[in-house]
């Protein structure tokens, strides 16, 4: 970021300059921050620190332009009070340091995750009238089976649907290219012209797809993202109208998208021209993801309603196809949501959750800067009722402690934007990855017109305490009684004080309980066996496309070869290569049967998960053997047929037998599959996450069909297990897959550990953040009853002399005073555990492997609360203990 | 003679930064360790009433230098007159910038 800090701020606000003055007012500002930015950036890079103090005397010109409006001028009213107001502050500074610490935390922290609630949920789609885009899927028997949508579901609804102004595919997928001179696995989508129109977004340069680019037969196109023009042409214009080559194809460079641009996320390097025949598109080939634009006034019932009566009709459509009857089977129905929340998905609730525990963290800290107001408020009480005796009125007094109150709070606000910057810095970098529209977050003028509500809002909630001391009847007495604390006040007194201190102890117990489960959840996730074992494995992948080998055995000799290779390498135990692995790349679904279990008329198809395998799947994966052997290059189109299934798979059909020597096969319809045998059983191993209800799943041989004319997975995951450490290995694996195919790269490298890291990371997400924030909760609710009972036991110094006089001992005032803590801490912890009560099914929807009544943590963390409550109260107890009988009472 | 601007405590400190050669607002606000948002109120009221004068720095250098021209202060004769009264109500105020002590 080469941005002088400030600069922006500095255009903002001149609009508050008088016209005349204003372009000489900025260039004199933008002179300035520029040369000071400059001389700094002079000294190296500078850093977090450097920014912070430019960015903050660029704030400061708000005085210079206020004093240019002539604002400045007249100290009247408001103005008057704030500047009297920041004088008690500043004498006063603890009490000033402690409160604007606090709300600073408070603030901050709900800065910062608004922030990621605004650029997730809140801010619409980066693309024009996005509330009109929808995902456009399908499911069968209830949502059981996903299906994303055919070119000929794709042919139909844009033919026939009239809720529907325009609709596109895509599919995300890899290639290889070769970008100065090294092969590289970059991602790529796959799009209909209409792709783009849908979207309402057009190239910068050049032009998007035409129509007749989306026929069959219309040759290779390519759209190139604006970044991957910068990066491997220099954003050269000329390249529009070239060719280059990908994966062996050669297509035509058309255009260049905007900065940015993405769907439904920037990631796709380049788009290719996806094409459909209109007359035949199969029904069949759910590979495609679908987006629409729907029409003006149109809803997404009527959409699903429309949608919905053409798949009905079907038959009417595709006559000919084999698929309806398995369509049919399934109970296929369209699934359509706004885009926004098919983009967004399920992270909703973990961030309103978060949201809302910040929230929590504010409101403790606000409770905190009441109590510090009102023992503020008590020892002005008299210069009040002096000042309202000359003639001040109740809106006077309002405005002197509210201005109070807002200067604290803008100075917290400050700090808290502080915090803010650096903790979403830090948040991006641990964020889980799933976690989508990630590029769109960002401190903006949305979220501090979010964080100035806030800091207002909380300035009327803590300001509102004190002033309930100083109601209309009260002055003139208070100035009656010189100050004296009469025996009466106490109570009303108490009652506010120890109200605040109960309700945070509450929140907090909330917190810390919502924590606690957090951490369980991940407890449980980690203790999950995924079926595999992930340590020490690497895992990469390979495609090798006909125009690099054309014969499958060329491939196969390949993946021999290269195995053989990689086994010498220092320290490896086993090679493996699969279609699909365990949490790297998705599995496909398709219909199976078994030789035993003929389908009946009325009875669904059986849709499991496929894989293939070659190499050492057991070794280099860690699947675990549960009965027989596991496959190897005997297995496949040029030996035995056989196959592997999952536990589930052999609980489904075989529950009490073994399934040995049976025989499966796909079931597509049309042309008869052929059968495998089955000769071994594994172990069911996650798939695409951890908490899934494990599928039934079949592993076939790496190559399928006749031996003389056979097909073999070209596009692969490389997985080696190694004694040593993983990553090491990698250089190694390169060089030997280079050497033996030169223009062939290992694309997605990493580690099962990494990607079990990754599995886990939305839920270790939500604990750190939890976490954090429940540590904080309970520190300012602890402050919060140290500060209390301290103050208690300062104004009974005379009792407490007295009773020590009458031979109390000290072990008796101490717990005396302790419980008081006591009491407080339970009466929040009994609050505490009914909210928490309240909330559990809010909870619930976060964990994983723990109830969220879950009585261990309850229990747990309410005894931590009331213990870590009277080891606070201690130490004022200890003073108590230690008054000094007959100096107490000379004192009054 | 009336006073044309009242003389406190931050307004002298900024006239004797100005006169010790810290002619920028930045420069002042370095100088004299004012809070940021008092210094340049400050600078525009001495402008205003003839006590400073604010200039545009040759575009030449600004040019050569590749960074946008800055505006600088300098004492007017009002200024240098009022910087008697400076010396006479703040008598030690010309230490904070002697070498060693800014």
């Known amino acids: 970021m080469n941005e ?13 300059v008088p016209r005349s003055r204003r372009s000489s007012w900025c260039r004199e500002w933008e002179a300035e921050l520029t040369w000071a930015w400059r001389r700094m950036s002079g000294r190296g890079e500078p850093g977090w620190w450097g920014r912070l103090r430019l960015q903050l005397r660029a704030w400061s010109s708000l ?11 007249t100290m009247t009213g408001w103005t008057q009070d704030l500047r009297l107001a920041l004088r008690s502050l500043i004498r006063h500074r603890a009490f000033a340091l402690v409160s604007i610490l606090t709300l600073g935390l ?17 801010r619409p789609l980066p693309f024009p009238e996005s509330e009109e885009l929808i995902s456009l899927q399908h499911e069968g028997r209830e949502s059981d089976d996903q299906l994303p949508i055919s070119t000929g579901l794709y042919q139909l609804y844009r033919d026939q649907a009239r809720t529907i102004e325009e609709i596109g595919l895509y599919t995300t997928n890899q290639v290889n290219l070769i970008v100065d001179g090294r092969p590289e696995r970059i991602e790529v989508q796959f799009v209909t012209p209409s792709f783009f129109t849908t979207l309402g977004v057009s190239p910068e340069v050049g032009r998007a797809f035409t129509e007749e680019e989306g026929l069959p037969g219309a040759g290779n196109y390519i759209l190139l993202s604006h970044a991957f023009w910068r990066d491997a042409w220099g954003g050269d214009p000329g390249i529009i109208g070239q060719s280059i080559e990908v994966s062996g194809n050669v297509a035509e460079v058309v255009g260049v998208m905007p900065r940015g641009f993405g769907f439904p996320e920037p990631g796709a390097r380049l788009w290719l021209n996806l094409q459909v025949d209109p007359e035949n598109a199969p029904l069949s080939n759910f590979s495609a993801d679908g987006v629409a634009r729907m029409t003006d006034g149109s809803s997404i019932e009527a959409v699903v309603g429309e949608v919905g009566g053409l798949v009905d009709r079907m038959e009417e459509f595709f006559p000919e196809s084999g698929a309806v009857t398995f369509l049919r089977g399934v109970g296929i129905a369209p699934v359509v949501v706004p885009m926004k929340e098919a983009i967004v998905g399920d992270v909703s609730t973990t961030l309103w959750v978060l949201l809302g525990t910040v929230g929590f963290v504010l409101l403790i800290a606000c409770a905190n800067v009441a109590n510090l107001l009102l023992v503020r408020a008590e020892s002005r009480q008299r210069e009040m009722a002096l000042r309202s005796a000359v003639g001040a009125g109740r809106g006077d007094i309002v405005r002197w402690f509210m201005s109070e109150s807002l200067i604290l709070s803008a100075a917290g606000a400050i700090i808290g934007v502080g915090i803010a910057v650096a903790a979403i810095r830090l948040t991006l970098r641990f964020v889980p990855n799933d976690l989508p529209r990630m590029a769109e977050i960002g401190l903006d003028v949305r979220v501090l017109a979010f964080t100035a509500v806030l800091t207002v809002g909380s300035a009327l909630f803590f300001g509102l305490f004190p002033l309930t001391r100083f109601g209309s009847g009260h002055l003139s007495d208070r100035l009656r009684e010189g100050g004296a604390r009469g025996a009466t006040e106490g109570a009303s007194r108490h009652l506010l004080r120890n109200g605040l201190v109960v309700t945070q102890m509450a929140l907090a117990l909330v917190l810390l309980i919502g924590s606690g489960l957090m951490f369980r959840s991940f407890q449980a996730l980690r203790a999950l066996d995924p079926g595999f074992d992930p340590e020490g494995v690497v895992t990469a992948q390979i495609a090798i496309p006909g125009s690099v080998m054309e014969e499958p055995a060329q491939v196969l000799n390949f993946y021999r070869e ?13 090679v493996s290569y699969s279609a699909a692995a365990p949490l790297v790349r998705g599995w496909s679904y398709s219909t199976m049967e078994s030789e035993d279990h003929p389908r009946g008329e009325d009875e669904l198809p059986v849709f499991g998960a496929w894989n293939h395998v ?19 290059w005997r297995d496949g189109a040029d030996g035995n047929r056989s196959m592997m299934i999952s536990r589930t ?18 079931a597509m319809g049309g042309e008869p599959q052929e059968w495998y045998t089955i000769v071994g059983v594994v172990e069911n191993a996650a798939q695409n996450s951890l908490q899934e209800t494990p599928r039934e799943m079949v592993y076939w041989p790496l190559t399928v069909g006749h031996a003389d004319a056979f097909q073999i997975m070209r596009n692969v995951v490389l997985a080696v297990r190694t004694t040593g450490e993983p990553v090491a290995l990698v250089p190694g694996i390169r060089d030997i897959v280079q050497t033996l195919s030169p223009s062939t790269p290992l694309a997605n490298v990493q580690t099962l550990e990494e990607a079990m890291d990754r599995a886990t990371s939305r839920t270790s997400f939500t604990m750190t953040l939890l976490g954090s924030a429940s540590g904080i909760a309970l520190l300012l609710g602890l402050v919060g009853i140290y500060g209390v009972i301290s103050y208690i036991v300062s104004q009974r110094t005379r009792e407490i002399g007295v009773r020590l006089a009458l031979g109390a001992t000290g072990t008796s005032v101490r717990n005396m005073v302790v419980r008081q803590g006591l009491v407080l801490a339970s009466i929040g912890m009994v609050v505490g555990l009914g909210a928490a009560w309240a909330m559990r099914s809010v909870m619930g929807a976060l964990l994983f492997g723990v109830s969220a009544t879950d009585p261990l943590t309850w229990g747990g963390l309410s005894g931590i609360l009331v213990l870590t409550a009277v080891a606070a109260s201690w130490l004022p107890a200890w003073r108590a203990s230690r008054v000094d009988p007959a100096g107490a009472l000379r004192a009054e | 003679m009336g006073r044309l601007f009242s003389l406190t405590y931050p307004t002298a400190v900024v006239l004797m930064a100005i006169r010790h050669g810290h002619r920028y607002g930045f420069d002042v606000m370095d100088a004299t360790g004012l809070p940021d948002g008092t210094v340049y109120p400050i600078l525009r009221r001495l402008e205003r009433r003839g006590v400073l004068e604010g200039v545009w720095e040759d575009e030449e250098i600004a040019r050569a230098d590749q960074r946008p021209a800055r505006r600088y202060y300098r004492l007017t004769a009002v200024g240098e007159e009022a910087l008697g009264d400076v010396l006479e109500r703040f008598p030690t105020i010309g230490r904070l910038f002697e070498p060693g002590t800014a």
Do not use: C, H, Y
């Not at chain 1, 005085?63 to 001028?73: I, P, S, V």
């Not at chain 1, 608004?114 to 949920?121: C, K, R």
């Open chain 1, 4 to 16: 002088v800090p400030g600069l922006l701020w500095i255009r903002r606000i001149a609009w508050l």
């Open chain 1, 63 to 73: 005085t210079d332009a206020l004093w240019e409006r002539g604002e400045t001028m």
């Open chain 1, 106 to 122: 408070g603030i901050g922290i709900n800065t910062t995750v608004f922030t990621l609630v605004d650029g997730v949920l809140l």
């Open chain 1, 562 to 574: 290269a195995q053989e290779r990689i086994l010498a390498l220092p320290g490896v135990q086993a």
């Open chain 1, 614 to 632: 070659g190499g050492d799947p057991t070794g280099a994966l860690g699947l675990r053997i549960l009965e027989g052997r596991q496959l190897d």
């Open chain 1, 649 to 666: 798979m052999k609980e489904l059909w075989w529950p009490d037998e073994s399934p040995i020597g049976r025989r499966m096969r796909f």
